[in-house]
């Protein structure tokens, strides 16, 4: 598929995975971790307004001089922005005028396209795709979030919860020795994702199927959720404050379990993986079970004998710079590492990512309380 392909391939999806909304979805924000769909869609359009569109082509007229500031994310360098938190307050511009955003600047895009484009471009323009994927699965996060925060759970016609039902786990054992770790090759990754290097890992053996949803009820029976010892003093602490008591999404209705999913509200299918899962939580079921969670190194090196991509994997290790890592200079390089602190490294995908999206070396990065991603546990011991 060539770049011009990707682009029109990529901006189409978001149109048609918005289509099962109603207009009163797309402004809804019910925690500052989420953002509206309409924000979404005109975000995603302002990275290639911003950086490709203003940055190349002479004379090129911005849709609406009020969109940078309404639609930057976290961009210092390009200038002042709406806080995260007052994203739902918006109700102009309308979802109409933001469709017509789009169009707008794919237009000029596709009329982009018809020049020759050098490396440097050719590099903005692939980040740009990817960045928009990003956002096309953090919208199925949110928009679950907005209608599963909703007295009647309105299902959506969707393609991302189909059931996945693991089977039996065995184990794989990885034998001592030195790894190379980080993406090796000339297909696109992110800047954290470079920095080839070597660690040196003990002998471990890693299950080869995700914690099932009947696992982890047994754990919650068993008083997991009560039993201090199990957890982080800084996790304890969380699920105390937010009185957690299940995964996110989890509902007890006459001593069955339920929980929420963007096809209905519906009882928690034993054999598929647990989701919605936070690090801590993560962390406490491996305590529980006797066993602990991979390191992202252990992760990337057994991912070639594991059954990965139903689930982002929370790892055992903190989001640090691998050796050598160099930021870009401007606003694009404040893309991943402003944020190497406080963030604990997921690997693999979900059943939500843009497929061709995902990687071996993807390094995908949230901070441990967070439960609203598409987030499951694999254990190691």
Request: proline residues 4%; aromatic residues 16%.
């Amino acid at each position: 598929m060539s770049l011009k392909e990707n682009y029109i391939t990529t901006r189409k999806r978001f149109k048609t995975i918005c289509e099962p909304l109603q207009i009163e979805d797309y402004s809804v924000q019910p925690a500052v971790f989420v953002s509206p769909p309409k924000w979404h869609l005109a975000h995603s359009t302002w990275f290639f307004e911003q950086f490709i569109l203003s940055t190349y082509v002479e004379d090129y007229q911005v849709y609406n001089d009020d969109f940078a500031y309404l639609f930057n994310s976290y961009y210092n360098n390009a200038g002042k922005r709406v806080l995260r938190p007052n994203r739902g307050l918006m109700t102009r511009p309308s979802v109409e005028d933001v469709f017509a955003y789009r169009d707008y600047v794919d237009k000029h895009m596709l009329e982009f396209f018809n020049s020759e484009l050098n490396a440097t471009v050719r590099t903005t323009i692939k980040l740009g795709i990817n960045h928009e994927q990003q956002h096309q699965e953090l919208f199925y996060y949110d928009i679950k979030y907005i209608l599963g925060n909703q007295p009647t759970f309105p299902a959506i016609s969707n393609q991302v919860e189909l059931p996945l039902d693991i089977g039996a786990s065995n184990t794989v054992t990885i034998a001592e020795g030195l790894y190379t770790i980080g993406h090796d090759n000339d297909s696109f990754c992110y800047d954290n994702e470079q920095g080839v290097h070597q660690v040196f890992l003990q002998t471990f053996e890693i299950s080869t199927s995700l914690v099932k949803n009947s696992e982890y009820i047994e754990f919650i029976e068993a008083g997991g959720y009560q039993d201090f010892n199990l957890w982080h003093a800084e996790g304890w602490d969380f699920i105390q404050t937010e009185q957690i008591v299940a995964p996110l999404y989890w509902h007890k209705v006459d001593g069955v379990w339920h929980h929420y999913t963007l096809d209905g509200f519906k009882p928690v299918a034993v054999n598929e993986p647990v989701m919605h899962i936070s690090f801590y939580e993560a962390f406490a079921f491996a305590e529980w079970k006797g066993m602990r969670l991979p390191t992202e190194f252990e992760w990337e090196v057994a991912s070639k004998q594991l059954n990965w991509g139903a689930l982002w994997e929370w790892t055992n290790s903190a989001y640090l710079p691998y050796p050598n890592f160099t930021k870009a200079e401007g606003a694009l390089g404040e893309y991943n590492g402003k944020f190497m602190i406080n963030q604990m490294v997921l690997r693999g995908a979900s059943v939500a990512t843009v497929k061709n999206h995902s990687r071996s070396t993807y390094r995908n990065f949230f901070h441990p309380q967070m439960r609203w991603q598409f987030s499951g546990i694999r254990l190691v011991k």
